[in-house]
Nanobody
């Protein structure tokens, strides 16, 4: 069982920045893909960013150039740096991890991000 705990959400004005953290119980990320998803009210959960093996990254088109996903093995933490936030970024953000070999998947509890003036 892998534990994931998200933090760093909050209220921010349009154009502002937040950094989300996903603290895990993993020793390293070499055998894992870690994803950030988000779900806005009334909408389906959508994939925002992925990092595979701690190195290869992918982003949804809507966040390219604004969001950056990264890992810190020493802290067993995955970050989502979010810049130039827009009202459309308002959602609950979830951390998810999947083992590349077994496919086992785990979710965090989510953290609320609200972008509003």
């Amino acid at each position: 069982q892998v534990q994931l705990v998200e933090s760093g959400g909050g209220l921010v004005q349009p154009g502002g920045s937040l950094r989300l953290s996903c603290t895990t119980s993993l020793n390293n990320f070499r055998q894992w893909a870690v994803n950030w998803y988000r779900q806005a009210p009334g909408k389906e959960r959508e994939l925002v960013a992925t990092i595979v093996g701690g190195t290869s990254t992918m982003y949804d088109d809507s966040v390219i150039g604004r969001f950056t996903i990264s890992t810190d093995d020493d802290k067993s933490t995955v970050y989502l740096q979010m810049n130039n936030l827009k009202s459309d970024d308002t959602a609950v953000y979830y951390c998810n991890t999947r083992n590349l070999r077994t496919g086992d998947e785990y979710w965090g509890q989510g953290t609320q991000v609200t972008v509003s003036s």
